[in-house]
């Protein structure tokens, strides 16, 4: 069974980091390209930035570009979401999600999320 | 960047019912790139339906996707009442984007 599951959410204030942590198990995690989805309370989903398998691929949002940096560890089973300059537009559920489809178009799993929190 | 457009916002059905729900790009996706998820409320997203039309594994086949070029739907032929929720469409084409989401709530 797949399963993804993130931590290092919380409160942070606004110019501040936080790193997100999605621990995967139930599938080969070094064959496949993975993604960060964020949600803001009450709204819509947005594609925040995407890792190709071996890491040497990464992709980013306008919106987080300069600021976000997605890496991972294939030994660890484990993607990581490095936020800096933190904004209260920021402030979300952020969801890691498995990706599938030529060049990660689609996400087949996702994690129950983790809140991160922008505000004084 | 390709901007998905759902309509409608809220669709209110009674179980039983048919539902179309539309999502519409200002520029052409391939089929091949167009997906739709179900979110119910506290949980993650669930993929449905990819490449426009293959529904994901486990997924009932009440669901259904169809379209091509800029206009794309989802119609679940008799709704379950498990399948009150939002429903969000998304495109990968130069990015990924998501449409804003349609609510299928109960009559």
């Known amino acids: 069974e797949v399963q993804l599951l993130e931590s290092g959410g919380g409160l942070v204030q606004p110019g501040g980091s936080l790193r997100l942590s999605c621990a995967a198990s139930?599938?080969?995690?070094?064959?496949?390209?993975m993604s960060w989805v964020r949600q803001p309370p009450g709204k819509g989903l947005e594609w925040v930035s995407a890792?190709?398998?071996?890491?040497?691929?990464?992709y980013y949002a306008d919106s987080v570009k300069g600021r976000f940096t997605i890496s991972r560890d294939n030994s660890k089973n484990t993607l990581y979401l490095q936020m800096n300059s933190l904004r209260a537009e920021d402030t979300a559920v952020y969801y890691c999600a498995k990706c599938r489809g030529p060049s990660c178009s689609y996400f087949d799993y996702w994690g129950q999320g983790t809140l991160v929190t922008v505000s004084s | 960047e390709i901007v998905l457009t759902q309509s409608p916002g809220t669709l209110s059905l009674s179980p039983g019912e048919r539902a179309s729900l539309s999502c519409r790009a200002s520029?052409?996706?391939?089929?091949?790139?167009l997906s739709w998820y179900q979110q119910k409320p506290g949980q993650a997203p669930r993929l449905l339906i990819y490449g426009a039309s293959s529904r994901a594994s486990g997924i009932p086949d009440r669901f259904s996707g169809s379209g091509s070029g800029t206009d794309f739907t989802l119609t679940i032929s008799r709704l379950e009442p498990e399948d009150f929720a939002v429903y969000y469409c998304q495109q990968y084409g130069s990015s990924r984007t998501f449409g804003q989401g349609t609510k299928v709530e109960i009559k």
């Open positions: 890792i190709g398998s071996s890491g040497d691929s990464t």
């Open positions: 139930g599938f080969t995690f070094s064959s496949f390209a």
């Open positions: 520029q052409s996706v391939s089929s091949s790139y």
